[in-house]
């Protein structure tokens, strides 16, 4: 039996699904956490300035990936349809990849950070259509794709100034912020990693590192009505998504032990050891590898993967 919800999200926005019903009877206690995070949110530090606020969660994203391993491989960026199908346009997205990977080296001249801005945007856009291929019409991939000019210096060309502007305070930012996560060779580090139950409904998270799975996040906030001043929160998405990566892990294979978000415009990151948070949103003792189980269980698995032996 497969899960009728092809996403983590999809499953969490939609009230009637198993896991959504499971999530919302098992980890009700929200506020305790969600009063913690407020308290130490801070203020905004990068604003917005016009640019797509999806297409620029997505570039950022993966800016900070390739930040933190130079090889690492933005496989949704390729699978989608009118690139998939087309080796000349897989082979630009690799090349966009390479010059991405540029990241990960230590200092950043401005100009190979706009090119690494340029290329993370455009793997952003192709990852747009891999995630809701119906928004080709719309996508600034559609006339490089129509006319024929799908390459690499058409597609560095797509970012716009603002957002190249943003995506530079940002990592700036980050740099400072997620210094203890940067590149470090004796990290084990796993960038856009995907977990056992992944093949069940699609999940991928941002960024582990050492046991600390990060989820980044660039919300601007909400406005007050009164003062336009913009205000952090944790909302129960963003909880739901950090439970469900850990509970996805069925195998137990990226040994998280920390769950953090890191609120990239407000330059804040929040960590909470997975045992408490988990312990405080169901207001009772959690087992982990039994929550594990149950979830592979409603999303359809039959035996659960075995935990593989680490040599």
Known sequence: MSYQYSSLTGAIDDNASPLRQYLDQRYPNL?????DYRARAGTLLVGGTGASPGTLGAAFDYLLRFTCNAEYLPET???????????DHIAVVWELATLAGHAFMRPLSENTLEIVSRA???????????R?????????LAEPIRSDRF??????????DDALTEMRSLYLLALTELAEFLPDPSAAVAPGPTFAASQLCSADADLIVDGVLIK???????????????????SLTDIYQIIGYTLFDTTDTFSVHTAALYSARYGALHTWPLQQLLDTLADAPIDLAAERAHVWKLLG????PAIPVLR
């Open 151 to 160: 390459t690499t210096e058409a597609l560095l060309a797509l970012a716009p």
């Open 31 to 35: 506020e305790p956490v969600q009063a």
């Open 216 to 234: 980044v996040k660039t919300h601007l906030g909400t406005a007050n009505r009164k003062t336009g001043q913009r205000s952090d929160s944790l």
């Open 301 to 304: 698995g039959q035996q659960i």
């Open 132 to 140: 809701n291929p119906l928004v080709l019409p719309n996508s600034p």
């Open 77 to 87: 960026a390729v699978f989608a349809e009118p690139i998939f199908d087309r080796p």
């Open 120 to 130: 993370s945007w455009a793997l952003a856009l192709c990852t747009e259509l891999y």
